[in-house]
């Protein structure tokens, strides 16, 4: 039997074969307005109030205090599940000089806290301290990859950036050391905007690999699963 970690995410766990395998590092990626941030938001969400795991989310885009402001709207209080010790909420520079030294920091305070939901987002302000060799990069993402493991925490996400027009994922490099793979797209016709997940990669089990519609609305992300 697998271990597995619900995501808690309606209509997703349903297309990784009940959940995303314990220990899992999963990329979540996509463009902006994707819905990254929400998605992984709700994952550590729903942990602490649906199954009592702590998460630590590491922020680098925004201010902690912006982050937890902007989640109030789906009715997400994460401050009060900092008071409970349920949530971390780390704010960490975009703009860093040594990576490797920021990347000693997140991974003690995960360890410390005992997070069994941790967040990085995002990877790709995470390395931009190691400009565009993709040597460093590569080394870099093997180390990160390593570290994470090492705590032993049940489920963490790398969260990617996709710059609109770009063919890969991320920064070329993270694709290649994750469990898994959850790409987000974002489309828009004249009158609205259509997102998607799709599920590239999933060791250790069997899971959809269709292009499936994802709905963000005042209650989070929900996924719709379409039937062949």
Not at 22 to 33: D, Q
Not at 60 to 68: G, H, N, R, V, Y
Not at 73 to 92: A, T
Not at 205 to 223: A, F, K, W, Y
């Amino acid at each position: 039997m697998i271990e597995r970690v619900k995501t808690g995410v309606p209509g997703l766990d349903e297309l990784i074969g009940g959940g995303i395998p314990k220990g899992h590092l999963v990329l979540v990626s996509g463009g902006p307005g994707a819905g990254k941030t929400v998605l992984s938001s709700q994952i550590v969400y729903t942990g602490a109030t649906v199954y009592g795991e702590r998460g630590l989310y590491a922020t680098f885009s925004e201010s902690p205090e912006a982050l937890k402001r902007n989640l109030m709207s789906f009715g997400w209080n994460f401050e009060e599940l900092e008071k409970r010790g349920l949530v971390k909420i780390m704010g960490l520079p975009a703009i860093i000089g040594e990576a490797a030294d920021l990347l000693g920091y997140l991974v003690d305070e995960a360890a410390e806290f005992g997070a069994q939901r941790l967040v990085v987002d995002s990877f790709t302000a995470l390395v931009l301290s190691l400009g565009g060799n993709v040597g460093d990069l590569r080394a870099f993402a093997h180390t990160l990859y390593r570290s994470i493991k090492r705590i032993g925490c049940p489920l963490s996400i790398l969260v990617a950036e996709t710059p609109y027009g770009q063919a890969g994922i991320g920064m070329g490099v993270e694709e290649f050391i994750v469990d898994g793979i959850m790409l987000l797209k974002m489309r828009a016709n004249e009158r609205r905007v259509h997102r998607s997940i799709m599920i590239l990669k999933m060791r250790g089990t069997e899971h959809d690999l269709n292009c499936h519609p994802m709905i963000i609305d005042s209650q989070g992300v929900r996924i719709m699963p379409e039937i062949e």
